[in-house]
Every structure is written in C-alpha cells, then in structure tokens.
C-alpha cells in the first residue's frame, strides 16, 4: 500500500487523491497531521478565519492521525504525530510513504519511519533553485538536507527548477519521477465557462468600466507576493498616457491591505471607496477573499493575472486555476512556475515594475506571446504515480 502523509487536506492536492482512487491502480491512503480549513481555521497571513467550501475529503480513503491538539501547517514542532508512526506503517504494510516536503517536523517522522519498516520514502516537495543562497545558510542547510535525501527514494518533481534543486544536491536521474503541479482543471474550466456571459455584469458589480483594462492580484497581501508592484504598473501606465483606464482586481486580504487602499483610488466593495482625484492613483476595486466556488468570478471579470511575488512563491498554483480558467498570465521570474507555465513570454525579471507594465500594456492591445504551453493535468501526477509504484514494487 501507498501511504501518503499531509499537513491537512489541501483544495490542490484533493483532485489528485481522488483521482487515484478513481483509477483504482494504486492502493492507498491519505494521513493527515491536522484537519486545518476543514473546521473554520484561522490564516495568519490572511488574517482571518476560513474554512474552504469545496468538499475535500469524500471520494478517497483517509484518515487522521493523532497529533498535537493545537497543530497548524505552519508550525514545525507541533505539527506532528504523537502516535507511532513506525507502528502504524508496520500494520498497513506500506510498501512506501508519500511526503510533501520538510517544512513540518511530521515529515522527518515519517521519512524516518518508512526507512525503518522497509518502505519506500517518496518527497514532492516545491524547493527550487531560483533564489541565491548565502554562504553561511548553505553550510548548515545542505548537510540538514542531505540526511533527508539520503532516506528518499524517489523525488516526485513538480518543475523545471524543482528538479534542478534535487540535480544540485547530488540526486541521480533514475531517482527524479516528473509529477507536475496541477489543480483540477476541469473544475476551474467548467466554472468559468458557466460564469463567462455574465462577465458584464459581474464586472459591474465591482465597479469596472466595460472597456477598461482589468489585470488581476489574486492570493495573500503578504511582502513576498509583492502586490504593489501591480500598483507602480498601472501609476506608469496612467502617468504616461499608454493605459489610462486600467482598473486593478484584487482578491485576497492580509497585511498590506491599508497600504494598498491608500495605494489606489478604491471604488468599493471589500473597501470604502477613496477618490481624492489624484491621477497617478489606479482604480481598483478589493473583492476581499473569494472561495473556490467563487474565485472563478474574478478569472471571468479581469484580462489577465500577475504574478509578481519573489523566491518565496515556491511554484504558483493561482497562475494554474487563471490559465485553465483561459486567462493570461504574466509572471515574475522569480516564481517557481515561471519557466515550465508561462516562459519567457509573459514574464519579466523580480521587481522590475517598467517591464511588468509593458507586458499589461500588450495584452490590452491585444498581443499574442507565442503559442500556449499545455497545462499540467492531474492525470499526469496520477500518471507518474501508477508507474511510480510499480517500479517500488518491483524492487
């Protein structure tokens, strides 16, 4: 048996498990540390509480496992098991185990449990080798990591610089498995297709003009993500004339909310509105967070995504919904799913706001970058899973 471990059921990787379960090759099952956006959780980056409105826990074989009563996903040491994991992977005869990186302590548990009972350990993690290490870092990072690698037998790679990443610590090839990022691709198609001929009104609701140009901050108000670099875009859009009637979409709240109001001249919704007639500042409207029933109405209502985030956005699932939502995406570099979604097309280099603005003016006029990249599919991931196990088998 497949066991696979996971911090708390995830909207991106459910469409996977079920997916497995559904191609019936694969016996398997999902540990989860802790049950985080089942209940009503709070995010400490977003700020408030939310519980997702999607049902992530039918349609798969799962369970949860004993753990620290006040474990979130975003604490290392508490969010582990208390059981023994040694024990419990013993009695389902697991012939390997499935974890999703090393940001929990649960993790290590488990990637040392497995090599205990004889199993075999799987990582499908989302570290890339696109930010610069310091010197000091690398020095007590690459043993750390390197005793972890040493138990893993198989690294699920989600990317291009996800694989490099494992290339860089010594990983032969026969021990890398492609198992791309995806989200349920059906799902987010199927709800934008059903909203698209309500895209005016929508868009009216929110207080964007018809003919105006609408790119789209769909994630956390948090330093990483870099949403006001979106802003400067659409300031040097509207200083020089080039787009005058930009109007920005942000879905989402966190820390720099206020300084994003004051930011922009706000028309409503989430926030009061701010019109004090200066014309360096873009409209935008705050929709406030959206669930994944509802975040295919910004897909329909804007023309675009951006991206901006630095090397702390791992991969960028968002960019995945929007894409197969049919929208455009533009992109910084620094994302870890730049080079395998978007290309050198729609992206621009980290901070550098004067090409962000370029690429949003083209696609207000129109432009084409070459051809589409085909999006990752779960199918895929379910794909190199089944032949995955197989070879685990075998050995």
């Known amino acids: 048996m497949l066991v696979i471990l996971s911090t708390h059921p995830i909207q991106y990787q459910t469409p996977i498990w079920k997916a497995l379960a559904l191609d019936g090759r694969v016996p398997f099952e999902v540990w989860y540390l802790t049950n985080f956006g089942v209940e009503s959780s709070h995010d400490r980056e977003f700020g408030e509480k939310f519980r997702w409105d ?13 753990s620290e009563p006040d474990a979130v996903p975003t604490n290392f040491w508490k969010c582990r098991a208390t059981e023994s994991l040694k024990h419990r992977l013993s009695q389902s005869r697991a012939t390997a185990i499935w974890i999703q990186g090393w940001q929990v302590l649960g993790y290590w548990q488990a990637a040392w449990a497995g090599k205990a009972v004889g199993a075999e350990v799987w990582l499908r993690a989302e570290s890339n080798d696109l930010a610069a290490t310091p010197y000091w870092k690398r020095m007590i990072k ?38 791309p990022y995806a989200v349920d691709n059906d799902r987010f198609a199927d709800q934008a297709n ?13 207080g964007i ?8 901050f769909c994630g956390k108000f948090i330093a990483k993500k870099r949403p006001l670099d979106m802003v400067r875009a659409a300031q040097a859009l509207r200083v020089d004339g080039r787009l005058p ?25 989430r926030a009061a509105p701010v019109r ?18 509802q975040i295919s109405r910004a897909y329909v209502a804007a023309d675009c995504l951006d991206l901006p985030s630095d090397h702390g956005e791992t991969w960028g699932l968002v960019v995945n919904e929007a894409m197969a939502s ?16 978007v290309g050198e097309g729609l992206s621009f280099p980290l901070g550098d706001v004067g090409a962000l603005a370029d690429h949003l003016e083209a696609l207000s006029q129109g432009a084409v ?3 589409l990249r085909p999006l990752p599919t779960v199918t895929d991931t379910v794909r190199a899973v089944v032949t995955a196990y197989g070879n685990a088998l075998r050995q």
């Open 326 to 341: 049919g929208l455009p995406c533009v992109v910084s570099r620094a994302c870890g799913c730049s080079e395998d979604l």
């Open 209 to 216: 003009a018809d003919d105006a140009f609408c790119p789209l």
């Open 194 to 206: 059903a909203l698209r001929g309500d895209r005016t009104r929508i868009r009216r609701e929110w």
């Open 54 to 66: 999607i049902d992530t826990l039918s349609g798969y074989p799962h369970r949860f496992l004993t």
């Open 245 to 269: 009637d930009i109007h920005l979409l942000f879905v989402g709240t966190g820390e720099l909310e206020n300084e994003l109001h004051k930011a922009c001249d706000v028309v409503g919704v």
């Open 276 to 293: 004090d007639g200066c014309a360096e500042r873009p409209r935008a409207t705050f929709a406030g967070f959206l669930n994944q029933t």
């Open 142 to 179: 690459r043993p750390v990591l390197g005793q972890l690698f040493s138990r893993v037998d198989r690294f699920l790679c989600i990317g291009s610089a996800n694989r490099r990443l494992y290339q860089a610590y010594g990983i032969p090839e026969i021990r890398l498995v492609a198992a």
């Open 369 to 371: 970058y070459g051809e």
